[in-house]
T-cell receptor
Framework: ELKVEQNPLFLSMQEGKNYTIYCNYSTTSDRLYWYRQDPGKSLESLFV???NGAVKQEGRLMASLDTKARLSTLHITAAVHDLSATYFCAVEWGSGTYKYIFGTGTRLKVLA | GAVVSQHPSWVICKSGTSVKIECRSLDFQATTMFWYRQFPKQSLMLMATSNEGSKATYEQGVEKDKFLINHASLTLSTLTVTSAHPEDSSFYIC??????????????FGEGSWLTVV
């Protein structure tokens, strides 16, 4: 069974600093997704990574995928308060009907 | 982009009653929909996968007689929590696969439904 783990689980950082969130998964998959969730809300899609070596950037966030290492990273550059949220990675997995398995989540708090 | 709508957004019901949550794909046909449950400060746990016109596939540990899922059309799936109890209180999120997306695997999430059982 697929397991998806994120590290760290909770992150408090100062504005302007950089940090990386890691997403490890236990079985083969070529598709990985990153989402943002604000308190009490549903998910906002951030990135779709569809192949080994994929790198995508949007504003202060950059995501990458290494399918051989079964690792994805979400890098935060010069954090701002508005980035405070919970971030989830999700791995697409299965045969026939593909489903998303979510990581444990990383709660990010950016201090002004 | 594609829109998935859930209804209701919030529901409070008495213990022992049943409550239905609807998930609709508004501008695309979804052959597959997924139901997730999320407890506070936890991740999303996949409950079941529903395919249009067939029985839902439940994840291990999810009671299929308690969480009834019906996917009667290509745009609608419903989750009915039967004989709800306070421990069923949670945030329920559906998602739907857009067959037109990248390789037919683009998934869109609904806004979620908060269930409180008192």
């Amino acid at each position: 069974e697929l397991k998806v783990e994120q590290n760290p689980l909770f992150l408090s950082m100062q504005e302007g600093k950089n940090y990386t969130i890691y997403c490890n998964y236990s079985t083969t998959s070529d598709r990985l997704y990153w989402y943002r969730q604000d308190p009490g809300k549903s998910l906002e899609s951030l990135f779709v990574l569809l192949s080994n070596g994929a790198v995508k950037q949007e504003g202060r966030l950059m995501a990458s995928l290494d399918t051989k290492a079964r690792l994805s990273t979400l890098h935060i550059t010069a954090a701002v308060h508005d980035l405070s949220a919970t971030y989830f990675c999700a791995v697409e997995w299965g045969s026939g009907t593909y489903k998303y398995i979510f990581g444990t989540g990383t709660r990010l708090k950016v201090l002004a | 982009g594609a829109v998935v709508s859930q209804h209701p957004s919030w529901v409070i019901c008495k213990s022992g009653t049943s409550v239905k949550i609807e998930c609709r794909s508004l501008d695309f046909q979804a052959t597959t929909m997924f139901w997730y449950r999320q407890f506070p400060k936890q991740s999303l746990m996949l409950m079941a996968t529903s395919n249009e016109g067939s029985k839902a596939t439940y994840e291990q540990g999810v009671e299929k007689d308690k969480f009834l899922i019906n996917h009667a059309s290509l745009t609608l799936s419903t989750l009915t929590v039967t004989s709800a109890h306070p421990e069923d209180s949670s945030f329920y999120i559906c998602s739907a696969r857009d067959r037109r997306g990248i390789s037919g695997n683009t998934i869109y999430f609904g806004e979620g439904s908060w269930l409180t059982v008192v």
